[in-house]
């Protein structure tokens, strides 16, 4: 487990991205199952209270990105699945973009080939 | 813009579910805790040690939710809502200041919306008629003297009508034989007033007749036909629509109906006309009789501009035809302007002092606010230590002076409402359109926007205040010390002295207003006002051939003469003092000027013919001669009476008693005349405009036209207890006569001065409202100060000094706040009396012993509102002052 100084402070918006592209790469989820997932992709280097995954699912829900319904879970619990709407995806896609590109320009700073 | 409402829509939405969304997320919550707990039990954690574990992890639930709940409200809104509950609650505590504030808005915001509702109908709306911007009103001029613009004659307007090819319509209005007809239906006889117009008329105005046809041109020799009213038609005719093409009879003659007018339709000149009948133009063939009002309508593709230029180019060919004419040009002015000249003047004036007055309001209302906002420095430090923001607390104060506001707004338009009828009353007489005036959705629009302003006007003061006081040292200095405040006390001062001087202002502008009104009341018209009766009687033409005429006029005077508590009668074709009416041109025949003319064109001349005894009755004096009496019938030589004026003119270096006579030859009805009698001189206009006059005995003119004489009774009973009496009389001679507009002799000339009372009333009231306040608002600044400086008094007290020392400190503190306001209300009275203009009478706006009276007013009700702080200042007890301090 990385210690607290090694974690990433999350910036504005990206916890946003992450949920839509694990919503669009897994299908429907649940709130913990997201947590759990974003958990495992970011190997614990991501320093995240859970409960702003919660913050991140309403944001997306008004801006009409994802939607919600009541299911059961794999242990028969109910539980609310978020799943990703095409305007998501749409969303999705300028995002990743936009990522790419400054992913690339922070790269091109910092005197490294790019990818 | 869709997007936009489309997101405030699905906003909505959470807000309506987010009770739901906030128990689906505590569940939600609640499961992933667990689920985390467990994850952390199956790696051999405690169960208690999982929970903290899984807690740290997800983090505090219940700050998220509230993050959650926030997302899902209309924060402004939500808070606003808030903020005015809170208002609200605040205003409820200190209902006394509320009361207080209220009011003083509900003053000003009512007076100012009833006064913009009469400038807006009188002055802004446009006229009732269709495409009102192409109506023109035509003046006849002299060239050489273009400042005198006056009727038309009817020989040039026909000449217009002819050659001016810039408009789709002109009509002519013989507001001079304007009279009345008698009407008799139902058993009873009304009169009408009724407007000989030309052809034309309705179709320039665009207010073709609802059935039935206008007049036409040969309708303009004097046909009996007449265009009902649509009043007139409903009221006496019961909305017959078979009306049309009946013969109905007026003052004993037949008329016949050729239609009737719109309904609503008003003349613009001549309110409640109840009938039009065609004026005789083909008759009318003397050049230089100016006796029409004459309107046109612009062509839809011609200027203003290019008419007055076509106009101008006819000049010279009226000048060909009518050489004779000095006025011989023909201007077009626009109707409406022409309309509300006269009321533009008093109307600015009204609005400028109410919108004074409501600056007073809001500055009375500002330091009001600003003193509440002292005494809660320590609320919103405490506020603001807690974590409001700064615009947070702004808002709650603005919110709070907004309140106010529409509490105000809502009394102001529940005065304007009263105070509407009120000036329609006061500005019958002096303001054309009156009657349209109203609240209507704009002029509540213009409160709502006045409300507005207002609340954030004096809302403002105390949010620099307060939301920029430091919390610390807020809290550290406590609301009460005057150090954290001087600033404060410096700004109230400041406010008060602005207060005294659109005070000042005020009040010097009403002083010019009454110095004028005095003046004017004290004009000598060279008549007698007080008891004095008038009214009209008209006599049918078709029963009343001259020589009865003649003997109902003597008969009815020598009758009137006899009733208790009358002692002279008499009738005269136009009261004096009301305006100019035949101003015939007069030859003289005998003396140094013999075979001159006393040209009307460089004198003001007038013609009158008397009845009875005129001259006893209105109060002219006889300077020499004698007045008409029996000896002057139809058989004897004509005579004239003249007065002193005309006298001295027309014959220089004559004493009056060789006046007697002289012979003068006046050319309308060729009348040669004998002078008999020298009378004084009557003023033309209230104004006491100078004047001279040929007066001509009824008795030896009655064959020229059917006289509409006003009659006169004077005596020692006031005039509404001779009416009864009058009405008797009158119905002995002939039950079918009309006793017309029966007015006192002081209401008739009074209505000259309606403008100057309109504006005098009105703008006396606000000044009378705007030095209470500024008075209050000394006294509110002078009271808290001295509460606030009550330790300092009371030690100086405590060291030696005496009740007449303090009070001098409260004084010089006072004579600041005074000498600096009322230093700039004179300023700002040398510029509202350039407003004041046309309204001053025989004494200048700047004219220095109103200003200085203004002035000394305003020191005495400031030394009473300083009086009573001072007095408390002395009294301060040394010990609890200092305890308390």
Redesign the interface.
Known sequence: MATGRDRLELLQGTLDFMVLQTLDSMGPQHGYGLARRIEQVSEDILRLNEGTVYAALMRLQHRRWIASSWGASENNRKAKFYAITPAGRRQLAREAETWDRLAGLIAKLRGAEPR | MWMRLRAAL??LL?VLQRQR?DD??RA??A??IA??TERYERRGLSRDAAYVAARR?????S??RQ??YE??SLRLIEQSLQDLKYAARQLRASAGFAAVVVATLGLGIGGTTAVFSVVRAVLLEPLPYDEPAQLVRFYQQDPARPEFRGVVAGTHFSFVREHAASFSGVAALAHYSETGLDLAAGGSVHRLRVLPVSAGYFETLRARPAIGRGFDRTDESGTRRVVLGDATWRTHFGSDPSIVGRTIRLSAQSYEVTGVAPPGFEDPFAPDVAAWIPYDLAGDVFDQNYALTAVGRLRPTVSLAQAQAELASLALRMREQWPNSRQSEIVALPLHGELVARARGPLRLVFASVALVLLVVCVNVANLALVRATGRVHEFAVRAALGSSSSRLARQLLIESLLLAALGGVAGLWLASGGVRLLQRLGRDALPRVDEVGLDAGVVLFAVAVTAATGIAFGLAPVFRLARTPPVEALRLQSRSATGTRGLARLRGSLAAAQIALAVTLVAGAGVLVASFDRLQKVDLGVRLDRVLTFEVHLPAARYEPARRVSFQETLARRLERLPGVSAAGGISRLPATGSYHPWNTRILTGPLANTSVDRQHFVLQQRVVSGRAFAALGIPLLAGRTFDDRDGVTAPGRAVVSANLARTAFPGLPLDAIPGQRIFVPVGERRLDIIGVVGDVALSVYGTPTMTVYHAHSQFAENRNWALTQIVAGDRIPEQVLADVRQEVARLDPELVVYRPLPMTEIVGRGTSRERFALVLMGTFAIIALALAALGLYGVLAYSVRQRSPEFGIRIALGADAAQVRSLVFRQASLVVLAGVGAGLAGALILGRWLGALAFGIAPADPRILSASAILLVCVAFIATWLPARRAASVEPRTAIQDG
Request: aromatic share 14%.
């Open positions: 699905s906003r959470f969304f689906e997320t939600e919550m499961s992933h689920l985390l992890q997800f983090g505090n639930p700050a998220i993050d959650l997302m899902n």
